[in-house]
Antibody, heavy 122, light 106 residues
Framework: EVQLVETGGGLIQPGGSLRLSCAASGFTVTSNYMTWVRQAPGKGVEWVSLIYSSGSTYSSDSVKGRFTISTDNSKNTLYLQMNNLRAEDTAVYYC????????????????WGQGTLVTVSS | DIQMTQSPSTLSASLGDRVTITCRASQSISRWVAWYQQKPGKAPNLLINQASNLESGVPSRFSGSGSGTEFTLTISSLQPDDFATYYCQQYKNLWTFGQGTKVEIK
């Protein structure tokens, strides 16, 4: 059974940094793509970043240059390093996994975590 | 970037109603559209991929159609479990989600 468990959320001041983790079980992070999607309170879903098994990474314009996605194959874990956080980054962050893909084409994910809340506020 | 415009933002309907949600892409995306259902406090749940392919376990009252820039999600007969928020997603070039449609009880 595929399981994804996100941790690392919390309250952080604007301009601060936070690292989210997503521990995966039931598959290998290197054999697919993994992604972060967020949802601000009461708002819609927004794609954040994606990492492919080739090592290629992609990020939305709203986080490019501030957020970095990575994996640790030995720990089967996905990370999101978030720097220079802003109030508008406040959201529940979900990790998700999908299969296949190439270039910038990635099919929708079938497995999602339960999410971790990040609150950026002074 | 490809934009997805979803309508309506809120939809009031009764049990048994036929419900249609529309998504429009800012450029042609062939049939690379997915639809999700989300309930409060939960992650989105994939219903349909490639515009019309129903995911395993999804009730047949859900259907999707469209290609190019216009897509629809239809629920043929609304059931109590269907009151939720629905999102479209394009995946032709990275990902973009629509703004969401909340289906509420009339």
């Amino acid at each position: 059974e595929v399981q994804l468990v996100e941790t690392g959320g919390g309250l952080i001041q604007p301009g601060g940094s936070l690292r989210l983790s997503c521990a995966a079980s039931g598959f290998t992070v290197t054999s697919n793509y993994m992604t972060w999607v967020r949802q601000a309170p009461g708002k819609g879903v927004e794609w954040v970043s994606l990492i492919y098994s080739s090592g290629s990474t992609y990020s939305s314009d709203s986080v490019k240059g501030r957020f970095t996605i990575s994996t640790d194959n030995s720990k089967n874990t996905l990370y999101l390093q978030m720097n220079n956080l802003r109030a508008e980054d406040t959201a529940v962050y979900y990790c998700a996994i999908g299969y296949g893909g190439f270039d910038t084409f990635f099919p929708p994910p079938h497995y999602w975590g339960q999410g971790t809340l990040v609150t950026v506020s002074s | 970037d490809i934009q997805m415009t979803q309508s309506p933002s809120t939809l009031s309907a009764s049990l048994g109603d036929r419900v249609t949600i529309t998504c429009r892409a800012s450029q042609s995306i062939s049939r690379w559209v997915a639809w999700y259902q989300q309930k409060p406090g939960k992650a989105p749940n994939l219903l349909i991929n490639q515009a019309s392919n129903l995911e395993s376990g999804v009730p047949s009252r859900f259907s999707g159609s469209g290609s190019g820039t216009e897509f629809t999600l239809t629920i043929s007969s609304l059931q109590p479990d269907d009151f939720a928020t629905y999102y479209c997603q394009q995946y032709k070039n990275l990902w973009t989600f629509g703004q969401g449609t909340k289906v509420e009880i009339k």
